[in-house]
Every structure is written in C-alpha cells, then in structure tokens.
C-alpha cells in the first residue's frame, strides 16, 4: 500500500432527529419516576446512566426553549455517574439543579405532563438531599 494514498473515510451519519410521540414521553416520565423511587443515585448502577441516556435523545429531538440547562445538566451527571471516584455532593449538585429546572419546566407545561413532572422534579430534590447528607 502506497503510503501517500489518501486513507478511505467513513462518510459521517446525519443525526436525524428521534420522533417522540406524547405516549412515549409519558411512558418516560413514568419509568422515571419508578425508578427514582425504587433507587438511589449511589446504588442507580448501569439503570442510572440508561435513564439518562433515554432523556438524552429525547430532549435531543425537542426545539422546546428552556431546556438548554436540563440537557447541559444531564450531560454532566452522566459524565460523573461514569465516575466511580465522583464525590456524592458533586452529584447531589447536580440532582438539585435538575430538580429545580423540572420545577420550571412543569410550571410551564400543559395538559397531563404538569403533575408527573412535578413528581419528578420532587424526586430528583429528594435524591440530591439523600446524597449531600
């Protein structure tokens, strides 16, 4: 092989994105909230991390304004749950915030999503207070 020769490239994927209907959301809001209830961020394992990649490509799809905070957020807690030597109020920070910012959210949203949301927001302030005690 001639070493001059240009080296093959992949041509990039476009990212297309993922079309979420108002059952899938509600089915995630709620396998959500089970699992915040059913766990911990410190005993979460690999679940922790798949719920917030589900979040992820969901808030990824939306043009929805105010939720540029919620998806920063959600990329850091991901990057410290990776962690295994993150400390507990680094997380604990981070579950405040995104409860705080599910507050907001909820405040704002219509229809059936109010309460869940609200439930959710709750539950991340409750795991954040777990972690910094």
């Keep these: 092989m001639d070493s001059t020769a240009a080296t093959p490239q992949t041509p990039a994927t476009p990212e ?29 394992g690999p ?7 589900r979040w992820q490509a969901v808030l990824a799809s939306t043009e929805r304004p105010g939720l540029a905070k919620i998806k920063q957020e959600l990329n850091q807690l991901s990057a410290l749950l990776a962690d295994s030597k993150t400390p507990a109020h ?26 869940p949301l609200n439930n959710l927001s709750k539950l ?3 795991a954040g207070n777990s972690l910094s005690r």
Excluded: C, H, W
């Design 124 to 126: 991340l302030l409750k």
């Design 90 to 115: 680094d997380i604990a920070e981070i579950l405040a915030s995104l409860g705080a910012e599910t507050a907001k959210v909820a405040e704002d949203a219509g229809g059936d999503y109010s309460s």
């Design 16 to 44: 297309v994105p993922m079309a979420v209907t108002d059952q899938q959301n509600t089915a995630l809001l709620d396998d959500t909230i089970t699992f915040l209830t059913a766990s911990t961020p410190t005993n979460s």
């Design 47 to 53: 679940q922790g991390r798949t719920e917030i990649e």
